[in-house]
C-alpha cells in the first residue's frame, strides 16, 4: 500500500469514528427548533416529538403554584395560543409578557409539556451567556426587600 | 474630550486606509517615498486609536455620563475595576479594544528590531546566498503584511464609525444603567480583553501568509530551491540557511500563532471558569454558540501551528498553512458574526446589528483571497518531499490536523444547524450537547494518542529500534494507569482510555528526554539533561503544552462522572449524599450599598472529617432589582464540591443544589502548564544559539526515497550542537 494510501485509510477511520459517534450524538438529541405559530400550525406533526419553541407568554395566562415548583402558560401566536405546563425550578425573571424558550414534548391535546424554560437574557452584548437557568425565587427573610 | 476622541478616531480612520494603501502600493511598485508615507501614516493611525482607546477609559472610570457608553454600562456605585471592564462589555468598546489590539499588535511586528538576524535582509546582502538567488526574507513580508494588517484596522476602525461609535454623545447624562450583575465579576477583567488579544493576533499570521502570496518572488523561489537542504533533525528553528521562499512567512508567523494560540485558549478556557463560577448551574461549558465561535478559530488555529512545524521543517503542507492562516482570521470575524446577526433564536438574546453583516464579509474575504491566491500559485507551493513513514512526526501531524479539523466541522455543522436546516423545506432542527461530546470522544482520544507516540517519532523517517522499544515502553505506562484507575474505581471505558493516553503522553516526552540525554557521553546526566532542554527548548516546550493537553483531558473526562441532587433543608437539619455531610446552620443577611446579601451558612464534612463552612448567597443588586446566586465551591485535586443556593422553602427551609465534579482542578491547571510550555517556546532565541543546530544535513529528496539512512540521528546533531 502505498504511503498516499495508508495516510488516507488513516483519516477515513478516524472520520468515520466520528462521524458514526456524532450521528449517535444527533440522533438522541436532536429537535425541533420552532416559533409558537410553526407550533400551532402543524401539532400533529410534532406530538410526541422533542421540541424547542421560542415566544411570548400571552398576556394574564400565567400561573405559578404555591410552591413555585410548576408553571402553567400560553405561549402567544398570531392565529391562536400554545399551553405550556411546565414543572421544575422557575427563572426569577418568569412573569407575564415577556420571550420565553421552552424545550419539551407536545402531548396529545396539543399542550407543551416542558422540561426546561428559559427567559431570555440581558438585552445588552455579553460576551459569555448564562447556560443554565437563572436563580428563582428570594429567600425568606429578603423577600420584602427592594 | 468627547469631540478630540472622535476626532482621534476619525484620524485613525484615515491614516490606517492610507497606510494599507501606501504599503501595499509602495511595496509594489518600489516607490520608497510612499511605503515609508504609509509606515509613518500607520504609526499615526496607532497612535491616534491609542488616544481615542484613553479618552474612553477615562470617561468610563470618571463616571463621565456624557458619553452614551458609559451611560448604557456604568453607574454611579460600580467600583472602579468593573467600571473598567465596562470597557469590552459593549459593542461599541470592544471593537474598540478589539481594534486597538490589531493596531499595537501590528506596530510590534512591523517596528521591533530585528538586528542581524539570519534570514534579514541586511544578513543577506552581508553574506550573499550560496545559490546565487535571493531567498524571500523576513524583511519582504513585513511591508505588505503590514499593510495588509492596516486594512483590517481600517476595516473595524469604519465599523465604529459608522455603526457603534463608542465616542456618541448621551442626552441624559445624570447616571447610567449599570453593568448586569453576572458581568460583575474578576473574570471578566481578564476573560474577554485576552479573547480579543488572541482574535487579533490571529490578523498576523493571516497577513503573513496572503502577503507572501502575493509576492511574485515566491514563484520564482521554488524553482531555484537547492536540492541538498540542511535541516536540523530535531526541530530548532536555525534561522535561513534553510530558508526556502515559501517558508519565510512560516518561521515569522511561527511565534505570532503560537502567541494569539495560547492567548485565545487562556481567554476561552477563563471564560468557561466565569461560567463556572458565576452562572451557578455547576458546569462549565455548554456548546453555545458563543463559546463555539472562540472555540472553532482555536481548533484551526491548533492545526495552524502544527502544519507551520511542517512546512518550516520539511518543506510540507504549505498549502494548508497557508489556507490555515487565513481561515483562521477569517473564523474569528465568523465569531462575531454569529453573536451579532440574530440567526439564532435562542435563550440568548444577542444584540441584533447590522454590524454583523460587516462582520461575515470579513469572513468570506479572507478565504476567497486565501484561496484565490493559493489556487494561482499551487505549482510553487508544491512539497519539498513525500511524506515516506506513517510512524514519522509529519504523517502523525498530519493526521492530528486532521482529527482537529474534523472537530472543527462538527462543532460549525451542530452550531449551524438550525439556520443550515432553515434553508431545506421543512422545520428547522437543532442538535443537543450529546451531538458535540460525542463528536469529540474519537477526535480527543485520537489526538491524545498522537500527543503520547510523537515524542519517540522523528521528522522525515520511521522511529529507531531503540525509539520502538521505548514506545512500547511508554504503553506499558498507560497500561499501568489503567490498572490504577481501575483500582481507584473508574469503570468508565472513556475515562479508562484517557487514563492511560495522559499518563503515556507524559511518559513519552519524558523517555524522548532521556533517550536523547543517554546518547551524549562525558558529562553527568542531569547536566546532559539540562543540555538537551536547553538545544531542544523549543520542541520540549512544545511537550510541555501537550502535558497540558493531557491535564485538560483529565480534567474534561472527569465532566464523565458529574452527579448532581436537588435538597430541601430546615435551619439545623443535615443530609448526607455523596460522601458529604452538609449541615444547614444559619441564613446571614447583609445590607451593601449597592446590593443585598444573603447567605446560607452550611457546615459541610466529607467522609467523617474535619468540618469546613460553605456559603452559598444569593445578591439582590439594586439598581437593576435584580437577584443573582453566588454559587459556593470546595475543591480539591479529586472533586470539586459546589452548592447552589436556588431560594426559601416554607418559613424556614432553603431549596439546595449539591453537585459533585470531579477532576475540575485539573482543567483550571491544564492552562498554566499549556501557558508555561508557550512562554518557554516564545522566548527569544539567543543568536548564537540560533546558529546552533545548522550544520545537520538532511538527505535529499531523493536520498528519502531511498530510505533515509543518511540522515543524521538526533545524536548526531546532538554533537552538532555540542
Redesign the interface.
Known amino acids: 500500500m502505498t ?1 498516499r494510501r ?2 488516507i485509510v ?2 477515513v477511520v ?2 468515520g ?2 462521524g458514526y ?2 450521528y ?3 440522533a ?8 409558537a405559530d ?1 407550533c400551532l400550525a ?1 401539532s400533529g406533526r ?1 406530538a410526541g416529538q422533542r421540541i ?1 419553541v ?1 415566544g411570548k407568554i400571552a398576556a394574564d395566562t400565567l400561573r405559578i403554584s404555591d ?2 415548583r410548576q408553571a402553567s402558560f400560553s405561549l402567544e401566536g398570531s392565529n391562536g395560543q400554545l399551553p405550556v405546563v411546565y414543572a421544575g ?1 422557575l427563572p ?2 418568569l412573569a407575564n409578557s415577556i ?1 420565553v ?1 421552552v424545550e419539551g414534548r407536545l402531548d396529545d391535546s396539543g399542550a407543551i409539556r416542558a422540561e426546561k424554560l ?26 420584602d ?2 | 474630550m468627547m469631540i478630540f476622541g472622535e476626532l482621534c478616531l476619525l484620524a485613525a480612520l484615515a491614516t490606517s486606509g492610507y497606510a494599507a494603501f501606501a504599503c501595499i502600493v509602495g511595496w509594489r511598485s518600489g516607490h520608497d517615498a510612499i511605503r515609508r508615507s504609509g509606515l509613518w501614516a500607520g504609526a499615526v493611525g496607532v497612535l491616534a486609536l491609542s488616544a481615542t482607546s484613553l479618552v474612553l477609559l477615562w470617561a468610563l472610570l470618571t463616571k463621565d455620563f456624557r458619553f452614551d457608553y458609559v451611560v ?2 456604568c453607574d454611579n456605585l460600580l467600583p472602579w475595576q468593573y467600571a473598567l471592564s465596562a470597557f ?4 461599541a468598546g ?1 471593537l474598540l479594544l478589539w481594534a486597538w489590539f490589531v493596531a499595537v499588535l501590528a506596530a510590534v511586528y512591523r517596528f521591533r528590531p530585528t538586528g542581524d538576524c539570519p534570514n534579514s535582509r541586511g544578513h543577506r546582502a552581508q553574506h550573499g546566498h550560496e545559490n546565487g538567488t535571493v531567498p524571500l526574507s523576513r524583511d519582504d513580508l513585513r511591508d505588505p503584511a503590514f499593510g495588509l494588517l492596516m486594512a483590517f484596522l481600517c476595516f473595524l476602525v469604519a465599523v465604529m464609525v459608522f455603526a457603534a461609535d463608542p465616542m456618541q454623545p448621551s442626552l441624559v447624562a445624570k447616571s447610567g444603567a449599570g453593568l ?1 450583575p ?2 460583575q465579576h474578576p473574570a ?1 477583567l481578564w ?2 480583553p485576552i ?1 480579543f488579544l488572541g482574535y487579533a493576533a490571529w490578523a498576523v499570521p493571516c497577513a503573513l501568509a496572503l502577503a507572501a502570496l502575493c509576492c511574485p518572488r515566491v514563484v520564482g523561489q521554488v524553482a531555484n530551491l537547492p536540492e541538498q537542504r540542511q535541516v536540523g533533525n530535531l526541530p530548532h528553528d536555525d534561522g535561513a540557511q534553510r530558508a526556502p521562499a515559501t517558508t519565510a512567512w512560516a518561521r515569522e508567523a511561527r511565534s505570532w500563532a503560537l502567541f494569539a494560540w495560547i492567548v485565545l485558549g487562556a481567554g476561552i478556557l477563563l ?1 468557561a471558569e ?2 463556572y463560577q458565576e ?5 462549565y461549558w ?1 456548546w ?1 454558540p ?2 463555539n465561535g472562540s472555540l472553532i478559530p482555536w481548533l484551526t488555529g491548533t492545526a495552524l501551528v502544527h502544519c507551520l512545524m511542517t512546512v518550516r521543517y520539511l518543506g510540507i503542507l504549505k498549502k494548508s498553512a497557508m489556507f490555515l492562516a487565513a481561515a483562521t482570521f477569517a473564523l474569528c470575524n465568523f465569531a462575531t458574526f454569529l ?2 446577526s440574530g440567526i439564532f ?7 441584533r446589528s447590522p454590524l454583523a453583516w460587516m462582520f461575515l464579509a470579513a469572513t468570506l474575504v479572507p478565504i476567497a483571497a486565501g484561496g484565490g491566491l493559493l489556487f494561482r500559485r499551487r505549482s510553487a507551493l508544491r512539497a519539498d518531499r ?5 510512524w514519522s512526526r509529519e ?1 502523525w501531524t ?2 492530528s490536523c ?2 482537529i479539523l ?2 472543527t466541522l ?1 462543532t460549525l455543522l ?1 452550531t449551524l ?2 439556520p443550515l ?1 432553515g434553508l431545506l423545506p421543512g ?13 469529540l ?3 480527543g482520544l ?1 489526538l491524545l494518542a498522537a500527543i503520547a507516540t510523537v515524542p519517540l517519532l522523528r521528522w522525515g523517517q520511521p522511529p529507531t529500534a531503540e525509539q520502538k522499544k521505548t514506545l512500547l515502553a511508554a504503553a506499558g505506562t498507560g497500561a499501568i494507569a489503567v490498572a490504577l484507575a481501575f483500582v481507584c474505581g473508574i469503570r468508565h471505558p472513556v475515562a479508562l482510555g484517557v487514563a492511560a493516553l495522559a499518563a503515556a503522553s507524559v511518559a513519552a516526552p519524558v523517555a524522548a528526554l532521556v533517550l536523547d540525554a543517554r546518547r551524549s557521553s562525558g558529562k553527568p546526566l542531569l547536566r546532559r539533561v539540562l543540555g538537551v532542554l536547553a538545544v531542544h527548548r523549543r520542541q520540549y516546550a512544545g511537550f510541555l503544552i501537550h502535558a497540558g493537553i493531557g491535564c485538560f483531558a483529565i480534567g474534561v473526562t472527569g465532566s464523565l462522572g458529574t452527579q448532581r441532587e436537588d435538597f430541601v433543608l430546615r435551619k439545623g437539619e443535615s443530609v448526607a449524599w455523596a460522601g458529604y455531610d452538609v449541615r444547614y446552620a444559619d ?1 446571614i ?1 447583609r445590607d451593601l450599598p449597592d446590593k ?1 446579601v ?1 447567605e ?1 451558612q452550611l457546615e459541610v464534612s466529607r467522609d467523617g472529617g474535619a468540618p469546613f463552612t460553605m456559603l452559598p448567597a ?1 445578591h ?1 443588586h ?1 439598581l437593576q ?5 453566588k454559587v459556593a465551591i470546595r475543591a480539591s485535586w479529586t472533586e470539586d464540591f459546589y452548592v447552589i ?5 416554607g ?2 427551609g ?2 439546595l443544589t449539591c453537585v459533585e465534579n470531579p477532576a475540575m482542578r485539573w482543567l483550571w491547571l491544564s492552562g498554566w502548564i499549556a501557558a508555561a510550555g508557550a512562554l518557554v517556546g516564545l522566548w527569544p532565541t539567543r543568536r548564537a544559539a540560533r546558529s546552533v543546530g545548522t550544520a545537520v544535513v538532511l538527505p535529499s529528496r531523493s536520498t528519502v526515497h531511498r530510505g533515509g539512512s543518511a540522515t543524521a540521528t538526533p545524536t548526531e546533531s546532538l554533537r552538532a550542537a555540542s
Open positions: 504511503m495508508k495516510l488513516a483519516g478516524v472520520a469514528a466520528m459517534m456524532a449517535l450524538g444527533a438522541s438529541s436532536w429537535q425541533y427548533y420552532l416559533t410553526e402543524d410534532f424547542r421560542s410552591d413555585r425550578p426569577d425573571k420571550d424558550v428559559l427567559t431570555r437574557c440581558a438585552s445588552k452584548y455579553r460576551s459569555q451567556m448564562p447556560s443554565g437557568p437563572p436563580p428563582h425565587d428570594l429567600p425568606a427573610e429578603a423577600e426587600r427592594p | 448604557q454600562y469590552w462589555v459593549g459593542q470592544s448586569a453576572s458581568l471578566m476573560h474577554p479573547v471564560g466565569w461560567a452562572l451557578g448551574w455547576g458546569g455548554a453555545d458563543v463559546e453573536t451579532r433564536s435562542s435563550l440568548h438574546e444577542f444584540s513525500p511524506i515516506t513513514s506513517l504523517a498530519l493526521l486532521a482529527a474534523l472537530l462538527a451542530g444547524a438550525a436546516s422545520p428547522k432542527i437543532a442538535v443537543g450537547v450529546e451531538f458535540y461530546n460525542n463528536a470522544i474519537p477526535c485520537f441564613l443577611q443585598v444573603v446560607t444569593q439582590l439594586r432589582n435584580q437577584w443573582a446566586g443556593l436556588h431560594g426559601s422553602e418559613p424556614d432553603i431549596r
